[in-house]
């Protein structure tokens, strides 16, 4: 469902942040970005930009992005649809697209997180939950990034060969207690994966 005709760069990614400051409600840059924020540095190609939300926050959201499009991703299908003004979405839906030509990133990705109150919860299984204040972590620049173990976590248990290659990069510069974390995760949502084996 991505349309982009070219890559994304760390250009973008600042423009979403500067975007974005004045949101008032938690955000998190996402996805691949998220993890080039935790390692410093650009490691592969990026065809999108991807900004996390609470799914509470979803009409500030529309607010706050008000001259933008918005469409809605139809879970189990390579389609979107228009969001209606007003409308609130439940899950499974949870992906959102929104355009503006007149933005230096005319399309952005935006992910609703699911969360209890006091903990993140995994929209795939609800089991695997996580304390707010370990989801978003802050760059160097400032750039609040989704943690890069959630972040490996959303890849579960759907992978590919980019997705192999961040776990390779990211896995050896986890901390201990996050590392920690991820394992219990896999082994909650597929204890059969091969990933467990780096945590032997």
């Known amino acids: 469902m991505n349309d982009m005709s070219r890559e994304t760069t760390w250009n973008d990614v600042y423009a979403v942040g500067d975007r974005f400051r004045t949101f008032d409600q938690p955000w998190a840059i996402a996805g691949g970005w998220a993890l080039d924020c935790f390692l410093g540095e650009q490691t592969r190609s990026h065809g999108d930009a991807e900004v996390a939300v609470f799914r509470e926050d979803q009409h500030a959201l529309r607010e706050h992005l008000s001259d933008w499009t918005f469409e809605v991703a139809v879970p189990g299908e390579e389609r979107t649809e228009p969001w209606a003004t007003g409308e609130w979405l439940e899950l499974p839906r949870h992906?959102?697209?929104?355009?503006?030509?007149?933005?230096?990133?005319?399309?952005?990705?935006?992910?609703?997180?699911?969360?209890?109150?006091?903990?993140?919860?995994?929209?795939?299984?609800?089991?695997?939950?996580?304390?707010?204040?370990?989801?978003?972590?802050v760059s160097e620049t400032g750039m609040p990034y989704l943690a890069p173990d959630i972040v490996l976590c959303y890849k579960l248990p759907i992978f590919g060969e980019h997705d192999e290659a961040d776990f390779d990069r990211v896995f050896p510069q986890l901390a201990p207690e996050p590392r920690g974390w991820l394992r219990e995760a896999i082994l909650t949502v597929d204890p059969d994966h091969h990933w467990l084996r780096a945590f032997e």
């Open 95 to 137: 992906e959102l697209h929104a355009r503006n030509e007149a933005f230096e990133l005319p399309h952005l990705e935006c992910l609703l997180n699911e969360h209890d109150g006091e903990r993140w919860t995994f929209r795939r299984d609800s089991r695997v939950t996580r304390d707010l204040e370990k989801v978003v972590r």
